[in-house]
């Protein structure tokens, strides 16, 4: 089938109206309930991203741009990237390393300054050390540490403080007894596949993939291997089955706290799990579910209240944005749920008139793949982090990072 033509204004006009967007952002470093219209048909509504990270340009797609890796480049981003509205950290799993940029991006494909887990920005092989990473997953900040999730080495390591310079080595590590380990296990003391992990209030969360279950540690680690105080998921901490209850998980891919409420992305269910007070014992139920309209249910769906394995998920405290990766798009739901089965208000990467679109790379939504993407359509969205007013959008088969203004 024919590739459908270009929408009819000019690429430069396009990019000249999104660095207006992105220079008032970050003049004003908050933007409120900012939308823009696709500009090459006055039926379709996508959002527009002002900024993309790993690519030269929006039409960009390639793993490392179609070489090697260097400091512009990603290669399959998964889950989250991190800021505390300064820097900007993003996971760059397929080449096992974490990019760290001194300031948010407001120009397309801008270099890292520093590089984690690779002695300098050529290198990207996997590894198990102190310096070394493996597929990491997602990073975050948080009171004033960085947190990632190597999930290739079964393990999250922490900085005590977040880094300024390439190759600086963390302080601790869990789910391993030492840094040279790098084997999976069931217990309170070990992990499997982590994808995800979060400062909250003084306390550690993590989603313990592989292992259908989330850990919490109710103080931060100071002691490498520390065992963790509550586990959700699952009934104790050498329990790993994988079901569909309120007390149940499965293939947990990331979590959200404020430390009074949590969310987890229940990937394999297609759901998110939502607790209106932080839950304090193991194995507690979960208070409402949305993507389903009940518990107990784990059927995939493409509406504005279902989901299709839901990776990455944040909120601003008001509303929350999950990464609906199956179905390549963002849902941004206004408010925390207080009943199950609740309908997302607002939709990135397809039409915003309709919910129903699932195709990746899809500017025209027609249903078919296009040539190249665009500043408004996501392939595999894997990471959806809001902070001070910007979504940043792990777009994980595009190989890129976007920035839309919210």
Do not use: K
């Not at 509550?230 to 293939?251: C, H, K, S, W, Y």
């Not at 039409?351 to 939504?365: I, L, P, V």
């Amino acid at each position: 089938m024919p590739v459908p033509a270009a929408p009819a204004y000019p690429e430069t006009t396009r990019r000249l109206q999104r660095a207006a967007v992105a220079a008032a952002m970050i003049a004003a470093s908050m933007l409120a309930a900012c939308s823009s219209d696709n500009d090459g048909d006055d039926d379709l509504d996508l959002i527009e991203a002002f900024a993309v990270v790993g690519q030269s340009d929006f039409l960009g797609a390639s793993p490392n741009r179609g070489g090697g890796a260097g400091a512009g480049t990603l290669a399959q981003p998964l889950g989250n990237v991190a800021t505390d509205g300064t820097r900007l950290f993003v996971a760059d799993t397929a080449n096992n390393r974490v990019l760290g940029y001194s300031a948010i991006p407001s120009t397309d494909g801008v270099a890292a300054d520093i590089v984690l887990g690779q002695a300098d920005f050529t290198s990207n092989v996997g590894a198990t050390g102190r310096s070394r990473m493996a597929l990491p997953a997602s990073v975050f900040i948080g009171e004033g540490r960085l947190v990632v999730a190597d999930s290739g080495n079964n393990r999250v390591l922490i900085w005590n403080s977040v880094p300024t310079q390439t190759g600086a080595v963390p302080d601790i590590v869990v789910g391993q007894s030492a840094f040279d380990g790098s084997g999976s296990g069931t217990s309170q003391t070990r992990l499997a596949f982590p994808t995800s992990a979060v400062i909250a209030n003084g306390r550690l969360l993590v989603a313990d993939q592989n292992n259908n279950r989330v850990l919490v540690w109710n103080s931060l680690p100071t002691t490498n291997g520390a065992a963790a105080d509550i586990v959700l998921g699952q009934p104790d901490f050498v329990t790993r089955v994988a079901d569909d209850e309120a007390e149940e998980m499965n293939r947990p891919a990331s979590v959200w706290s404020d430390g009074f409420r949590l969310l987890v992305a229940d990937s394999g269910n297609h759901r998110i799990l939502a607790w209106s007070l932080f839950p304090q014992e193991i194995g507690a139920e979960a208070d409402y579910v949305i993507g389903q309209s009940d518990f107990s249910r784990s059927s995939p769906g493409t509406s504005a209240s279902t989901l299709r394995t839901p990776f990455g998920i944040s909120a601003d405290g008001t509303r929350i944005y999950v990464a609906d990766s199956g179905n390549n798009r963002v849902l941004q739901f206004d408010s925390f749920p207080i009943a199950n089965g609740v309908q997302a208000s607002r939709v990135f990467g397809q039409n915003q008139d309709s919910f129903s679109a699932a195709t990746a790379n899809d500017e025209d939504q027609d249903g078919v793949v296009d040539d190249t993407p665009s500043a408004g359509t996501v392939s595999g969205a894997s990471g959806a982090f809001i902070y001070n007013g910007v979504l940043y959008v792990s777009d994980r088969n595009n190989n890129r990072v976007l920035l839309f203004p919210q």
